[in-house]
Every structure is written in structure tokens, then in C-alpha cells.
């Protein structure tokens, strides 16, 4: 399973929630219950709310129509009275096979706001607030089918006018008896979601919560339009969408990367988690294959499973195997092959060379003879300094010790080892610093590719073209230290982020950079951050004008993608003394010049430089570079820079943290 593996809380509140609370619906014993608490959570109502959580606590009946309670509390778990603008929709699911045999299950609108029958919401100033309707007759639910109220409030203020609230969602899915709903569509985990839009961030429109999303867009309403198809069809089609723009992390064919790909664990409760694959319909299969003429030709979905399988029939090859084929194989490949790497430096001939392994999927060593023909690339990317890489992108060492199968020039193997002289982009000795300090140590980046066919590794030379990217894959990366003086090597902070989130968006097999390098497979962060400041210097990369230093590149890539719109979404914690062991950083160029030009270039200060790759509003440069606050330096000659450097004070009152990114000493 190539998912975040994160519990889906919100399924599991919901499911708490309702058999906690509705486990007595539909029935009754005739003696009074015990006697409630009005006040609940008590005391004094919320007076600042900086997170609306609701929950759906009760469903009774009212002359047929349901009557449903609604909590609303703030972080603390205190009352929230006065809320405003309440939304509710109401929808019913209709079963496989509604229309014809085939069909997959969807949502249908029942009851949207007044539109179906008045919605009434009563604010019972204890954070309880009621709905009911006063009809649901147009809407014709069958007592048959799972049902949904999705409740949304809006972000703005409560009834006092000045105590503002956050946009909060709930979708509450229940049978006709009000009772926890026995069967309900649940095909994509929210977290997967979240993975890459961000827990609570607004995913399209000002809505967070895909299920409210599911629950409007069932491609039944009468205007039509784009918008107005089912949300099967509508997500396939922004991802392909986006994806072909360059600005979704990983090919949209990856279908993995938000559906689950085997049984979920028990507590993610995904019912419905194989539906993409065993229910094929015209609808959702015309979202991505929008050109495919025997789709087009079929006049419903009722044949589509009868072929199209998920394990496949023989003839026809499987749902899976089509949409994940690729992927799996690459998959299969990467878990053959690792390697073993290892730094060494020679005091008296100053010199450092390296030693790279290849192991099989057990970790024992596979002979480099054996192996040569079948390796695509073994590429090493060489700097010094892991907090402030030393050698620029230009003079950094990138070597191949592998080629097509072939030894590069310079490469021996020596015990069934590859070994490699390592010197900096003219063959010079790398530029070691004095003992103990971070250019003390060298660090080498290594990336393997294997040439394939499929999920088997071949020999390059049985392969069409070793360079067409179809014909490798990428295997796990991997990193080495050594230090000149024999003391510890000094390694880069990585205590900030979570790499899981890495491979919550990217899928975990993703082969980063294949094409222009050999396919990284990262397994962790210190490997990613480490490994990628080889080449993304503070100087930059190839070019001066692209922001390419990995404390800009990061955040200047995904806010570009209009993905990340909250630190947590990467970020466990902000390393802010890391700073401490940073200098200058390459921000651009001079107007008009040109990123190949070093003399165009321009730098900043460390905390100028990494905040302003998201910060970089004329407003906030302006505080950042400011005579008393800031002292630092934006696009700035380099000199000048390096001058100001000591002087940059943000962190004399800034104290950003992952909750409270805005967050000051006073």
C-alpha cells in the first residue's frame, strides 16, 4: 500500500459518535432516560474560537421527518453559541445498479437549504443547535437508502459581530431509523485528501471536507455544466487537468496515490475502498480516457465489469494491472536492488574516493561484475558542508561511475566494490575546512538506476534505448560521509519535517529527478534534504534567476503548485538555530541580467532568503530588510549580504512555530 497510513480520525469519530449516541434509535423501552445536561460542555460559552468542531449527536423523529442535534465547540471543548449562516444539505445514496446494471454507487441531493423543504436551525445558546424540516416531500427518500446531512458554517463571526470563527464542515450519514448508517459510500480516505490539499485547508471554493464536496457535486442538477458533474468525473478530470499543467506531485496515472490499492487496516473503515477497480462505469472511466472510442460507443455502464475486472478474465487484462501496471512493476524492481556506500579520505595523498555496493533485497552483497551490465547509472553527487554546502552547482562534483552498463572513466572495481576517485567539477582535491567544522565533512549523494522490462532487471544492452526513461528505474538512493580530520561528521538538521508527508503527495517509489539524473528513491528526509543540497546550493543551481537553493526551492515549488498553503503540511517543527550555521543565499539576478551570469546574481541573508521564498509581497520584504526590524538583505549585491548577515535580528521578536506560524515574544 503506497499511502499515508495516517488513521482516518474523522471516519472513526463519526463512527464513535454514532454508536455512542444513536445506539437506542428506533426503539424505546417506555421509561424516562437519565436526566441530560442542558449546560454540556458548561460554564461560560466560548469567547474565542480558533477551531469549530461539530458533531451530530442526535436524530429523533418529528412526524416523519428527522429532527438532528448539533455540537459545536471550540478547541477547548467549551460551548460556541451564535453561530451564523449555517448551511445544510441533505442527500441519500443511491445503490449500485440504480439506473442500470453497472452504475456505481453515488449521492444524490435530497434537500439543499430552503430549496427542498425549509431547513429550521435553532441555536439553543448551549452549543446544541437543532435542525429540522418542515418537508422533505420533493425530495422522495427511499427508506431503503443511506442518507447524509452535511452541515457547513462559514468562516466569519458569531452573533456578537467581533468574535470571528474558522470555516468548519461535518457530514453525518444515517439510515432511515436514525440510526448509524449500515452502509455508506466511503471509496477515498479524507487524510489522502489532506496529504496534499492540508488538513483543514480550503480545498476548492472556501470547502475543506471532501465529503461535502461529494455530497453537492452528484451531476443531477438541471443546469448542467462542468461543474455540476458527479464528483467522480469532476476530480479525475482537475487532476489530469493539473497534472498536464506540471503542477500535481506525481503523474495523475498513479491512481495509488489516492486510492488504496489492497485491504485497508480495520480502523480506516474504507468500505468501499476497491470500488475504482471492481466497478468500472462509463462515467467515471470517460473522466480520464476522454478520447477512447469504445467507451464513448458503449450506451451505459451495464457491460463494463463484465470484462473489465479487476484481477482481469484472461483475455482482458485487470482494472489494477491497467491503471498501476507501471507502477507496481517499478515497485517490484526497486525492492530488488539497495546499495551500500562509503566514504574514505587519504591524508596523505588528499584525496577522497568512494566505494558503492550493490545488495540484493536481503542486504547481501551482489558482485559488481555480475551486476555491470545491468546497470543503467550509478551517479554520486559530491559537496562539502551539509548545513552550507561549500561548492556551488557549478564546481560541485558529479560523477558517474556507471554508464549503460559500462565503467565511466575513473571507476575500478575493486573486492566486487564500484570505487571512484571523488574531486570537485575541474579534478581538484575537494576543499576540506579546519577540523570540527561543518566543511570538515564531505557528503556524497549516490543514485542507482537499473535498466528494466517491466518488473525484471535486464541487461542494458538487451534493451532498444538505455536512455529512454521507460527503459529504467530508479533505485533507493543512498549517502556517505567522511570527515578530513577522523572527527564525527557534521550532518544537517532533518528534526523539521516529516518525510511520511513526503510520501503522502509523491507516493513512497516515487523516482525523483529520472531523467536528468538517474531516479532518486528517497527513504527518509535526512536522505532527501542531505542528499539535495549537493546540487541545490546556497549559490543555486544552473541558473541564478530560479531560486534554486533548497531553502527557497522547496517552498517557492510547492507554493507555486498551489498546494501547500500551511507549514504543517510538511513541517513538524521549525529548526530556527539552523540558521546559526548558514551565510548567504542566492535570491536572483540584477534586473535584466541574465541567471547564467555570476556577476548578475543577487543574495540575501539566511532568514530574509528562506521566508521570503514564500513571503515575497513588497510588504513583507520591506519589514524583513528594514533599518530597525530585520536588518536583512533581499537581492542584494553579495558583499553586502555577507556584511549583514550577523546583523539580521528577525528572531528577536519572531518565534514561528508550526501551530501559530505568525508567532512573536511579545
Known sequence: MMMMKTPNWRLMATAAVVSAALSACGGSDGNDGNEGNPGRPGGEPATEVNQLNLSVTDVSFDNGLPVFKVLATNEED????????????????????????????????????????????????????????????KAQLDPDFTRRLNIVVPAGTLTDGSTTVPQAEVAFDYNAAGAAADYTRNIVAIDSCAACHGEGEAIKHSYTNPQTCATCHDGMKADGGRTNRSLTVLVHDVHQVAAEAGEYPTDRAACNVCHLTS?????????????????????????????????????????????????????VTGTIEAHLGEWNEAAKVIAQWGNTTELSYDAENDSTSISVTITDAQGNKLDANEVLPKLKRVEVLTNVGPNYPVLSYGTGSHQDAVVNGELASGTTIVDGNFVMPITDHDGNPLPYGAAG????????????????????????ADVADPNDVANYTGLKANLAF???????????????????????????????????????????????LTGCVTCHTPEGTYSYANQGAIEQKLHVTHKDKAIVGDCAQCHTSFNLDSF???DVINTGIVDGGSGFNPADARYGTPITATCASCHDYEGAISHMTGGTFGNGVYNGEKADAQLAVSAENCLVCHAPEVVNHGNVKF
Open 437 to 460: 567544522a561543518d566543511d570538515d565533512t564531505a557528503f556524497s549523494f549516490i543514485g542507482v538506476a537499473a535498466c528494466t522490462q517491466g518488473d525484471t532487471i535486464v541487461d542494458c
Open 78 to 137: 467549551e460551548s460556541v453559541v451564535g453561530l451564523q449562516g449555517m448551511k445544510i444539505n441533505v442527500a441519500q445514496l443511491l445503490p449500485a445498479g440504480h439506473k442500470t446494471v453497472g452504475d456505481s454507487t453515488m449521492w444524490q441531493v435530497a434537500g439543499h437549504d430552503s430549496k427542498y423543504g425549509a431547513a429550521e436551525i435553532v441555536d439553543e445558546k448551549n452549543g446544541y443547535y437543532s435542525v429540522t424540516f418542515s418537508s422533505l416531500e
Open 263 to 315: 485491504e485497508p487496516e480495520a480502523d480506516l473503515a474504507l468500505t468501499e475502498w476497491g470500488n475504482w477497480s471492481m466497478v468500472p462505469s462509463k462515467t467515471t472511466c470517460s473522466s480520464c480516457h476522454t478520447d477512447n472510442a469504445h467507451i464513448n460507443e458503449q450506451p451505459d455502464s451495464s457491460t463494463c465489469a463484465t470484462c473489465h475486472t479487476a484481477e482481469g478474465t484472461g483475455v
Open 482 to 528: 567522511v570527515t578530513k580530520s577522523g572527527e564525527a561528521a557534521s550532518k544537517r538538521h532533518s528534526d523539521s519535517l516529516d518525510f511520511t508527508k513526503c510520501e503522502g503527495c509523491h507516493n513512497e517509489n516515487w523516482q525523483i529527478h529520472k531523467g536528468y539524473h538517474s531516479g532518486f528513491v528517497l527513504t527518509d528526509v535526512a536522505e532527501g
Open 580 to 582: 546559526k550555521k548558514k
